[in-house]
């Protein structure tokens, strides 16, 4: 299973952008998806979290500015970041929790390769 994540970028205080994250490989269920971010000299973090059935969980730092959205059927995650901050700037990484055909029938981590997301001031 493959994360390609997508989105990142430079923007001002104030602005929005949103992460796009795809999921791909012999998937058999996805569970958990999420977005998390690390800022340099920091620990990854979770950004926030969204399950099959739709409900989310958000970080209380980006409560009521970040957004959470999945497909399941095209196996995709989205965060749409709007009041970005510069303590928002990271490196963001997307997350799913999937079950792989030809696999014991269990939920593995999967990782995406990270994307840059700057907030200048």
């Known amino acids: 299973v493959q994360l390609q994540a997508s989105g990142g970028g430079l923007v001002q205080a104030g602005g929005s952008l949103t992460l796009s994250c795809a999921a791909s490989g012999n998937i058999l269920s996805v569970g958990t998806m999420g977005w998390y971010r690390q800022a340099p000299g920091n620990q990854r973090e979770l950004v926030a979290t969204?399950?099959?059935?739709?409900?989310?969980n958000y970080a209380d730092s980006v409560k009521g500015r970040f957004t959470i959205s999945r497909d399941n059927i095209k196996f995709t995650v989205d965060l749409r970041m709007s009041g970005l901050k510069p303590e928002d700037t990271a490196v963001y990484y997307c997350?799913?929790?999937?079950?792989?055909?030809?696999?014991?029938?269990?939920?593995?981590?999967?990782w995406g390769q990270g994307t840059q997301v700057t907030v200048s001031s």
């Open positions: 997350n799913a929790k999937a079950v792989v055909g030809g696999q014991k029938y269990r939920y593995l981590d999967f």
């Open positions: 969204i399950e099959d059935d739709g409900s989310t």
